[in-house]
T-cell receptor, first 116, second 111 residues
Framework: GAGVSQTPSNKVTEKGKYVELRCDPI?????LYWYRQSLGQGPEFLIY????????DSGLPNDRFFAVRPEGSVSTLKIQRTERGDSAVYLC??????????????FGEGSWLTVV | GENVEQHPSTLSVQEGDSAVIKCTYS??????FPWYKQELGKGPQLIID?????GEKKDQRIAVTLNKTAKHFSLHITETQPEDSAVYFC??????????FGTGTRLLVSP
């Protein structure tokens, strides 16, 4: 696709429910990233995939958060037992090569999650 | 871990004026410093970046300077236009994939 695509763009869920957020990176991009942005703050790193494997998941806040990228393209961020504090914009990004090559990181428009 | 501070939080200028946004970082191992522009309801868009082996980089009306000794870097926008109005984020990284962002600067350019 032309850019990083994220669905849904908006999601309202009840506290305690399970949610999945999907990211479709730019075609051919092998590196994929998830960030979280709270209102009035800068994006915060969650996880980085190189191909199918999570190369760095040190930003995931706790074990309720999990992400997969089974075929090295589309990725899904999964949040179990959602809490009101999980409300934020979840940004997905991708880059052409491995992150160490310094390729430009392109962000999607984000999925706005509201937990009520 | 890395900590990035960004100032000012808001900046109002008249069209045609220059705008300067400053960031400091804490980890001397950081070697990549991108700047992103974020418009309302959109994802961050890279506008310029600089690596630690370079002191200054310019792209048309936008320039970034880096002082490694002082651990600070700045974004300079000249001849500002109303369409430059947005939130600007600086970031620092020592591994490219793990960007640590500042808290953002809301720039308002008045016609």
């Amino acid at each position: 696709g032309a850019g990083v695509s994220q669905t849904p763009s908006n999601k309202v869920t009840e506290k305690g429910k399970y949610v999945e957020l999907r990211c479709d990176p730019i075609s051919g991009h092998t590196a994929l990233y998830w960030y979280r942005q709270s209102l009035g703050q800068g994006p915060e790193f969650l996880i980085y995939f190189q191909g199918t494997g999570a190369a760095d998941d040190s930003g995931l806040p706790n074990d309720r958060f999990f992400a997969v990228r089974p075929e090295g393209s589309v990725s899904t961020l999964k949040i179990q037992r959602t809490e009101r504090g999980d409300s934020a914009v979840y940004l997905c990004a991708s880059s052409l090569g491995g992150a160490t090559s310094g390729n430009t990181i392109y962000f999607g428009e984000g999925s706005w999650l509201t937990v009520v | 871990g890395e900590n990035v501070e960004q100032h000012p939080s808001t900046l109002s200028v008249q069209e045609g004026d220059s705008a300067v946004i400053k960031c400091t970082y804490s980890d001397s191992a950081s070697n990549y410093f991108p700047w992103y522009k974020q418009e309302l309801g959109k994802g961050p868009q890279l506008i310029i970046d600089i690596r630690s082996n370079v002191g200054e980089k310019k792209d048309q009306r936008i320039a970034v300077t880096l002082n490694k000794t002082a651990k600070h870097f700045s974004l300079h926008i000249t001849e500002t236009q109303p369409e430059d109005s947005a939130v600007y984020f600086c970031a620092a990284s020592k591994s490219f994939q793990k960007l640590v962002f500042g808290t953002g600067t809301r720039l308002l350019v008045s016609p």
